[in-house]
Nanobody
Framework: VQLQASGGGLVQPGGSLRLSCAASGSIFSINVMGWYRQAPGKQRELVAVISSSGRTNYADSVKGRFTISRDNAKNTVYLQMNSLKPEDTAVYYC????????????????WGQGTQVTVSS
């Protein structure tokens, strides 16, 4: 599975960005896609994920500001980020999982190359 992410950049606080990630290759049974992020000196953390049926999960820190969506026909997941804050600054990684159900345990996990998001005035 290959994941190609795009859409990062520099934005002022309060601004918006949209990330995209297209999956290709052996994508049969990839049922959950999403985004994680890693800030300098911190561990990688969940931002948002979405299942092929539309079930979503968001980090509390982004609820109400970020929206994840998915185009199954294009094997693409999107992250619309609004009201961005400096603490959203991180490298954002696209993720695709083959999971048994919703739980991560035992999943086959694939990662994109990461795209930098910087929120600064």
């Amino acid at each position: 599975v290959q994941l190609q992410a795009s859409g990062g950049g520099l934005v002022q606080p309060g601004g918006s960005l949209r990330l995209s990630c297209a999956a290709s290759g052996s994508i049969f049974s990839i049922n959950v896609m999403g985004w994680y992020r890693q800030a300098p000196g911190k561990q990688r953390e969940l931002v948002a994920v979405i299942s092929s049926s539309g079930r979503t999960n968001y980090a509390d820190s982004v609820k109400g500001r970020f929206t994840i969506s998915r185009d199954n026909a294009k094997n693409t997941v999107y992250l619309q980020m609004n009201s961005l804050k400096p603490e959203d600054t991180a490298v954002y990684y696209c993720n695709a999982d083959r999971r048994s159900g919703w739980a991560i345990s035992g999943a086959e996990r694939y990662w994109g190359q990461g795209t930098q998001v910087t929120v600064s005035s």
